[in-house]
């Protein structure tokens, strides 16, 4: 059975919080951060708002109506030109249904959207030794090894000199 006969994938709308509560879902079980994404969920006025802006987009893979995947990615304007690019936030498929080529199905999706948008490019991040992601990665882009630094919003004028 092919993927197009079992599964569908749908870009979400300020209308789709039932299955943008959905996709929270699975990425909390799927990064097993069941509480990073459900102990303090976003009120719906906070989704409608978030999905229906031109910067957001989120993508639902379905199975039988329910959500088994889903990728969410922000499109950042760009200042050296008038340009943008995609950036990939979260991406994750259930895992009774890895291995099924949802995750390609969703970023193939989301090159789509790109394109519609005139995207220059889809960039991605991945953590060492998530070797399926980076598999994955590997497989539909160029590697570029760079450094990633959380910079913390508090205080931060007290830890910083000159």
């Known amino acids: 059975m092919s993927l197009s006969e ?3 994938i749908q870009q979400l709308s300020a209308n789709d919080l039932a ?4 996709l929270l879902t699975v990425f909390g079980e799927a990064f ?3 509480d990073t994404y459900s102990s303090s969920r976003p009120s719906d006025a906070y989704l409608k708002r978030l999905l229906g802006s031109d910067y957001f987009i989120a993508l639902a893979a379905l199975k039988n109506g329910a959500v088994v995947g889903g990728l969410t990615a922000y499109e950042l304007q760009k200042f050296e030109q008038e ?3 995609i950036y990939i936030y979260d991406l994750a498929v259930a895992a009774e249904h890895r291995r099924e080529g949802i995750a390609t199905a969703l970023i193939q999706e989301l090159k789509k959207i790109a394109v519609a948008r005139a995207a220059y490019v889809i960039f991605v991040q991945a953590d060492i030794g ?10 539909l882009g160029v590697r570029e090894d760079v450094l990633h630094f959380d ?3 508090d205080d931060a004028s007290d830890r910083l000199e000159d």
């Open 6 to 8: 079992t599964i569908s």
């Open 19 to 22: 299955l943008m509560e959905g």
């Open 32 to 34: 097993e951060e069941v």
């Open 83 to 85: 340009r943008s690019e």
């Open 130 to 139: 998530d070797d399926p992601a980076i598999a994955l990665y590997t497989k």
């Open 151 to 153: 910079i913390a919003v």
